[in-house]
């Protein structure tokens, strides 16, 4: 009898425990559904479990420290509740001592706080403003954003960011603008310097050459002896080749500019370049075979000379003993060269069986005054190809050059289309 009336009482004890843990159970919910209690409730495999908003908000807190923005609660009427340690190391005043005092204390102009209250009740939330630091000896220009925590709490948060680096930033563009300005400004000078040097050229200079070259004609060699004689012939030589050089450089210069473009059928205007070439094609017994060719935007006088300039390098450059033969035609093969470009690109070949020319020899080709030959073996000063490589930039193209030695040389001309 003695253990059944302990294990009674065991039973009722247990049962007044489990009955007070009911009751602050119960407690705790209707103090949730009441709001009294702020919580947080997760299901865990079913499992309801409870957590406090206490450790939420420590993780919010944690988050918020961390956060590479300054942080702070303010009261409306400025007072800091609340500044995270990115806004103390903005400021550089420990955290524990800006909380208690006054938001606009940390601004270079107090009054501005004022505005952002007012500003903040018709929803204007974003705002710069320039901040103190380091006990009032430096300023930075920060971002800042305002939200109004009402009626959640009687507070307005803020979120200020350093525009410190990106200022430097923007002066550094506009130093740099101002300083492309300014070399714009003499690259225009420079170009107006140049356009009155090609003038003087065009004009001041080879009318001296002009008359050189006339008198020379009108000087009777009978009466010379031999080695004036030869003199003589040097000095015309040596006058035409400065006349042509002088013609050159201001064909060249010319082409900087961007003329007028047109639609025009490259068959015809090759057709014109023949024509002109007659008497050195003849001279040559050159053949020139024109393949399928395209209509395309462009200059006319330009496109002209670049046909002109390649037909001559190919005919000047033929094989002693054999005749030059040269082909024009539209390459159909430009999408294996330019992957997804051949929609907006067209590709002429002109390709010769002359003398070609070694692959280290490539590059220098297009390069002003570059000679890949003694004057004596060929003619021209070196500027052809040059001016016919200034053309395919003026017309947003480009043109390259492949070669095999004693075999012959093909330029490809890339035109966009437009």
């Known amino acids: 009898m003695e253990v059944k009336k302990r294990n009674i009482e065991s039973l009722l004890a247990e ?38 908003l206490e450790t939420a908000d420590y993780t919010y807190r944690l988050l918020i420290e961390k956060f590479r923005q300054g942080a702070l609660s303010i009261s409306r009427k400025g007072l800091v509740l609340y500044c995270n340690d990115y806004f103390s190391e903005l400021v550089g005043i420990p955290s524990e001592q800006i909380i208690g005092t006054y938001l606009n204390e940390y601004f ?3 009054t501005q706080f004022v505005q952002l209250i007012q500003a903040l009740r018709y929803g204007i939330a974003t705002h710069e403003i320039l901040f103190k630091s380091n006990n009032d000896k430096e300023t930075f220009p920060a971002y800042i954003a305002l939200t109004d925590l009402e009626p959640a709490v009687e507070a307005i948060g803020i979120v200020i960011t350093d525009l410190t680096e990106k200022k ?13 300005e ?32 006339m ?23 040596s006058a035409l080749r400065l006349n042509s050089l002088v013609d050159d450089l201001v064909q060249y210069s010319s082409h900087t500019a961007q003329e007028e473009r047109t639609e025009i059928n490259l068959a015809s205007i090759i057709g014109e ?39 001559t390098n190919a005919i000047k450059y033929s094989k002693e003993a054999v005749a030059p033969f040269i082909e024009i035609y539209q390459a159909e093969n430009l999408n294996a060269e330019m992957p997804n470009q051949n929609a907006k690109f067209v590709k002429i070949q002109i390709k010769d069986n002359g003398i070609g020319m070694e692959s280290s020899h490539l590059l220098k080709i297009f390069t002003i005054f570059q000679r890949l030959h003694a004057r004596n073996e ?30 012959g040389t093909t330029f490809n001309l890339y035109f966009p289309i437009v």
């Open 15 to 52: 049962i007044e425990s489990l009955k007070e843990e009911l009751f602050e159970s119960n407690s705790i919910v209707n103090a949730i559904k009441q709001g009294d209690v702020d919580a947080l409730v997760v299901s865990n495999n079913g499992v309801p479990e409870l957590y406090s």
């Open 108 to 110: 270079d102009n107090p």
């Open 168 to 180: 430097k930033h923007e002066e550094a563009l506009i130093r740099h603008q101002q300083e492309l």
């Open 182 to 213: 300014e070399k714009i400004k003499e690259l225009n000078r420079i170009n107006t310097n140049l356009e009155e040097f090609i003038h003087v050229i065009s004009h001041d200079l080879k009318e001296p050459l002009r008359k050189i070259v």
């Open 215 to 237: 008198h020379n004609d009108r000087i009777d060699g009978s009466y010379l002896s031999e080695t004036d004689a030869k003199s003589m012939n040097v000095l015309k030589s």
């Open 273 to 311: 370049v023949i024509e002109d070439l007659e008497i050195i094609i003849t001279d040559k017994k050159a053949k020139i075979q024109i393949g399928k060719l395209p209509a395309i935007k462009a200059s006319k006088v330009q496109i002209r000379q670049l046909f002109g300039n390649l037909i």
């Open 378 to 407: 060929y003619s021209g000063n070196g500027i052809g190809l040059a001016i016919c490589k200034k053309i395919m930039e003026n017309h947003s193209g480009n043109i390259t050059v492949e070669s095999t030695l004693n075999e």
